[in-house]
């Protein structure tokens, strides 16, 4: 009998959520995904320290030899993703996603900058923009510079989404593609319910299955990668979500379970669920955005997280700089 990843693979893409190579060499998925967190653990590991390195005397060529160490390192960070997304692109078939700073999340205009930005230096390097996703926060800021993006064919994950009216949002923008937060959605929920939740009960799956339905009944083009699983549960009432995003974890669960995966969300069976449609402009988002308390307390919470791990990260580069030996002056 097959395990569940193969058959997972059969009905969903299935994407590493991961900015560790070696796992990601392993179970052999199509696309990856990186966020500001799993670049800082990656980046500490002692078998990418090569990459760190040279991202960091790059950095330190580039900003001259008057710049300090904490200037070349807030530059360095944001060529690292791009660094680890050029690597994780060697191994997979398919995209990388590679995220603007969260600190921009409610700029438009910067957001956007960043984003071409990180397109110029992936191309610069030799890689088409089309296997690049930038992820974008999902605020209304976020949204429409992905919006603008998708014009200039530079294909955006909305990242940080946890409610319905994001999804229709990033739809009627056009968006490549969303990732709505199964396990952050179950963890609001037990934390303010003090339930536990198991299969089609779980809140996250609720959401995810939720959007996937409303786009495939309106024929929307954006595509959903359901993302942040708790458990493999999640992950097996959601097969045939367009796109999975997993951990190394839980992809190696899947991996060692044999038995049978019923498919759980079909587009064929969508086009006559009775539901209604919701114009999403600025006013009725900011509304809905208020009275789901869920989406606006996880979207913070994310936004904040990302940003003090980009913080901690360029601490991370600031100390290993000072370690590494500085190029002698030219006299």
Same mark, same amino acid.
């Given at each position: 009998?097959?395990?569940?990843?193969?058959?997972?693979?059969?009905?969903?893409?299935?994407?590493?959520?991961?900015?560790?190579?070696?796992?990601?060499?392993?179970?052999?998925?199509?696309?990856?995904?990186?966020?500001?967190?799993?670049?800082?653990?990656a980046?500490?590991?002692?078998?990418?320290?090569?990459?760190?390195d040279?991202?960091?005397?790059?950095?330190?060529?580039?900003?001259?030899?008057?710049?300090?160490?904490?200037?070349v390192?807030?530059?360095?960070?944001?060529?690292?993703?791009?660094?680890?997304?050029?690597?994780?692109?060697?191994?997979?078939?398919?995209?990388?996603?590679?995220?603007?700073?969260?600190?921009?999340?409610?700029?438009?205009?910067?957001?956007?900058?960043?984003a071409?930005?990180?397109?110029?230096?992936?191309?610069?390097?030799?890689?088409?923009?089309?296997?690049?996703?930038?992820?974008?926060?999902?605020?209304?800021?976020?949204?429409?510079?992905?919006?603008?993006?998708?014009?200039?064919?530079?294909?955006?994950?909305?990242?940080l989404?946890?409610?319905?009216?994001?999804?229709?949002?990033?739809?009627?923008?056009?968006?490549?593609?969303?990732?709505?937060?199964?396990?952050?959605?179950?963890?609001?929920y037990?934390?303010?319910?003090?339930?536990?939740?198991?299969?089609?009960?779980?809140?996250?799956?609720?959401?995810?299955?939720?959007?996937?339905?409303?786009?495939?009944?309106?024929?929307?083009?954006?595509?959903?990668?359901?993302?942040?699983?708790?458990?493999?549960? %999640?992950?097996?009432?959601? &097969?045939?979500? @367009? #796109?999975?995003?997993?951990?190394? /974890?839980?992809?190696? !669960? =899947?991996?060692?379970?044999?038995g049978?995966?019923?498919?759980?969300?079909?587009?064929?069976?969508?086009?006559?669920?009775?539901?209604?449609?919701?114009?999403?402009?600025?006013?009725?988002?900011?509304?809905?955005?208020?009275?789901?308390?869920?989406?606006?307390?996880?979207?913070?919470?994310?936004? %904040?997280?990302?940003s003090? &791990?980009?913080? @901690? #990260?360029?601490?991370?580069?600031? /100390?290993?700089l000072? !370690? =590494?030996?500085?190029?002698?002056?030219?006299?």
């Amino acid at each position: 009998m097959a395990n569940l990843l193969d058959q997972l693979k059969q009905m969903t893409t299935v994407v590493a959520d991961s900015g560790d190579i070696n796992s990601i060499k392993q179970f052999k998925p199509t696309d990856s995904t990186t966020n500001p967190s799993l670049i800082a653990a990656a980046a500490a590991m002692p078998e990418y320290q090569g990459i760190v390195d040279q991202v960091l005397q790059e950095a330190r060529e580039r900003a001259g030899e008057k710049a300090s160490d904490k200037e070349v390192a807030a530059a360095a960070f944001k060529t690292l993703a791009v660094a680890f997304g050029r690597k994780i692109l060697e191994i997979v078939p398919g995209r990388v996603s590679t995220e603007v700073d969260a600190r921009l999340s409610y700029d438009t205009e910067k957001t956007m900058q960043l984003a071409r930005d990180i397109i110029q230096q992936y191309e610069s390097a030799g890689i088409s923009r089309e296997r690049i996703l930038i992820k974008i926060a999902s605020t209304w800021e976020g949204i429409k510079a992905a919006e603008q993006l998708e014009k200039e064919g530079i294909h955006c994950n909305l990242t940080l989404l946890f409610g319905l009216h994001q999804a229709i949002a990033c739809a009627e923008a056009k968006v490549t593609l969303i990732s709505p937060f199964v396990g952050r959605i179950l963890d609001w929920y037990k934390k303010n319910t003090g339930k536990d939740y198991v299969g089609a009960d779980d809140p996250g799956v609720h959401s995810v299955t939720e959007i996937y339905h409303y786009y495939k009944k309106f024929g929307y083009k954006t595509v959903v990668m359901g993302a942040s699983f708790r458990n493999t549960g %999640e992950i097996i009432e959601l &097969a045939g979500c @367009d #796109l999975l995003t997993i951990a190394p /974890k839980l992809l190696d !669960e =899947l991996q060692k379970t044999e038995g049978v995966l019923v498919r759980k969300l079909d587009p064929a069976k969508c086009a006559n669920l009775p539901i209604e449609k919701i114009v999403v402009d600025r006013a009725m988002f900011d509304k809905m955005h208020a009275e789901n308390r869920m989406a606006k307390e996880k979207l913070a919470e994310g936004i %904040e997280s990302f940003s003090k &791990a980009l913080e @901690d #990260l360029e601490k991370m580069l600031e /100390k290993r700089l000072s !370690e =590494l030996p500085r190029p002698q002056a030219v006299r």
